[in-house]
């Protein structure tokens, strides 16, 4: 991940003051309330969410060995398995494939690792045409935008923006009644599917028992990419991982439910191998990538019960500071309150993140496996002020033990006392400072010391 | 990275994580079921719920109801499951005598053959299927992929009729999957449609047919 040039409070300016927010702000509270509607359509929620929990815990616990299981269970059903590093590795071996079979436009239905890998990019490279079918995900590559969501990649839109795009990048006559878009949509890709030589999906969830990948999507392209072109793809971060098909079950039980309120998504696709010599269709090879990229240092750290998360987005509906300033305002890939813990935690940068929060709990309340967001916010904050804090400590002890050092500090914060001038407030201040007033003026320390008043006026008199 | 050195830094990983500890007691035992009385009766309910169409018919009635249906969306071609996979017989036939043309699903492993075969599917607006189960809770059907039985015809058609048997209704997913846990091994695509294609990516409204079919019958023959 090569974006986060500037921090949270940077970014989340010019989205609030830009007014896309407002458009984040509205989807996301339609999602929320549809999740809440299905809820209570679902009596056994609670018990059913329990056990998500218990078993993400359990696999995630014993991880090394049920990748072990899965690796070895995708061989036997005919797969390759292929285990990257790092996002290089996993882009390495996907062009290197990519090249081999003389790939010339690849189709990919939504993942968000491989926006984290960015593998359009190393495609692209080597002239693959890379074209994302989900019609949020083909708005945002249309538009040269990145998503702003985990499933509703194009919350921060509105539908004359799309309009706009679609008369200009597709050649159609301009409509912004989503209906007409989504039929536009459906015409230009269904040629694209039918004659793609690579299809690239994510994984939502992967069996370790059979060496299934469980891929889920309610617009139907996630079956058509892994259908329809000769080599499919599948692109998942190690964490991803089920024991057997009864853990499947429970997690596609709350998942659904938690991101948009549907009791299953539309198309529940369940992968097995390539398709066998007697099978009429399907792809004749299936490649499964399972990236680390970082997550294991983040499952040896404070925030590793993240690594349990199922992407349902839940927890960036409910979020208020989410619903404020929308998912760009996060810098990474991955928004929101799961955003704020996996980015810093995965990239190892003591960034702001963790401070986008109002710690108001909601996104444990919400969240399908109970995650404790909040704790390991409060973890990370930690970790974030803890350095810079040590290292100004270090230095005020260095000048408070040495009577001359004590003194020369005394003057020189004399004379910033009458630099400051009569207002008696420093709103820019060099170095370390600079963090203070940027936000806020800092009081101006006074012209003359506590210690040279008291010589002055009073010294002479006690004899001291 | 080789696999031994990968998943020994996730061992490492594991050894020293502060993750909280599990809850086994929850490890174990089924989901519980919310309803499972009148499962028919809640399986059509919720096949609506999820902008699907629901016909209860008879084994003799149900080819007469399918033909209705092509002809109701002017569906001149349909792309089905063999007529051996299908659970009720005399339907593909009664489609394929009626004017109907039959769109080959099996398609060659070569990459021309492949590509030249897919062209085909650009027009073809009817698909035929069986399945496997429905699920009443979420008004979904179980498909399974096999010899005879193209993934395609659930994919690419903008309507799909499903035949399904009254007798294969489960009350939930994971009813399904605990009465047939090696459903994933025993075929290579297991496919759980629920309700026709849909999004709400543009500002959250709900469109149907984006890329899978539009339409979708639940024939339920008893």
Known sequence: MSRAPVNFLGRAG??????????????????????????????????????????????????????????????????????????????????????????????????????????????????????????????????????????????????????????????????????????????????????????????????????????????????????????????????????????????????????????????????????????????????????????????????????????????????????????????????????????????????????????????????????????????????????PLARSLKAYAGVATHPSRWRAMLRASGVAGRVAGKSGWISSAPGPGKGWTDHRDLPAPAPKSFHRWWKENRGAKDGT | MEREAFLHKVAVAVKGSPLPPCDEQHLSGLVPETQSDELVELFVERVEAVNGTAHLTSPELAPGLVLGLARTYEASSVLSWDEGELPSTGVLRHLLTNGLTWVDGHVPADQVGRLEHQEAYHSVQLGLTGADAGLAESGSVVLSSGPGRPRMASAIPIVHVVLLRVGSIYASLSQYFAAHPRAAFDRTNLIVVTGPSRTGDIESKLTLGVHGPKHVHVVIVD
């Open chain 1, 14 to 387: 010019p989205a609030i003051r830009d007014g896309k927010a407002n458009a984040t702000n509205v989807g996301a509270r339609l999602l929320a309330d549809l999740r809440t509607a299905a809820i209570d359509r679902y009596p056994a929620m609670d018990e059913t969410r329990d056990k998500a929990r218990a078993i993400r815990l359990h696999t995630l616990a014993n991880l090394d060995t049920y990748l072990d299981h899965f690796a070895t269970a995708v061989q036997e059903v005919g797969g390759e398995v292929f285990f990257a590093a790092d996002a290089a590795e996993a882009c390495e071996y996907v062009t290197a494939l990519a090249t081999r079979h003389e790939v010339k436009r690849a189709i990919k239905s939504k993942s968000m690792v491989t926006e984290e890998i960015e593998l359009n990019r190393a495609l692209e490279a080597i002239d693959v045409e890379v074209v994302e079918t989900d019609l949020g995900e083909f708005i945002i590559q249309l538009a040269e935008d990145t998503p702003s969501h985990l499933i509703a990649p194009v919350l921060h839109k509105t539908r004359f923006e799309i309009g706009e795009l679609f008369a200009a990048k597709l050649d159609v006559e301009y409509t912004d009644e989503p209906t007409r878009l989504n039929d536009v949509a459906r015409e230009h890709l269904r040629g694209i599917f039918l004659a793609a030589d690579m299809g690239i999906s994510g994984v939502n969830l992967a069996v370790a028992e059979s060496g299934s990948i469980c891929i889920v999507t309610n617009e139907g392209n996630g079956r058509l990419t892994t259908t329809a072109p000769k080599v499919h793809v599948a692109v998942m971060g190690m964490e991803r991982i089920v024991p057997d098909l009864a853990g499947l079950g429970v997690m596609l039980e709350v998942l659904a439910r938690s991101a948009t309120g549907q009791p299953l998504t539309v198309y529940t696709n369940i992968v097995t191998g390539p398709r066998r010599t007697e099978e009429p269709d399907g792809p004749d090879e299936l490649h499964v990538v399972i990236l680390d990229n970082g997550r294991s240092s983040v499952l040896a750290g404070e925030a590793a019960e993240i690594l349990s998360c199922i992407r349902c987005g839940a927890c960036l509906n409910i979020c208020p500071v989410y619903r404020a300033v929308g998912g760009h305002a996060y810098g990474g890939v991955y928004g929101g309150p799961v955003g704020s813990v996996l980015t810093p935690a995965m990239l190892d940068t003591n960034e702001d993140l963790p401070f986008a929060s109002t710690l108001c709990g909601a996104c444990r309340e919400v969240c399908p496996i109970r995650i404790d967001i909040p704790r390991m916010l409060l973890a990370l904050r930690a970790e974030a002020s803890e350095k």
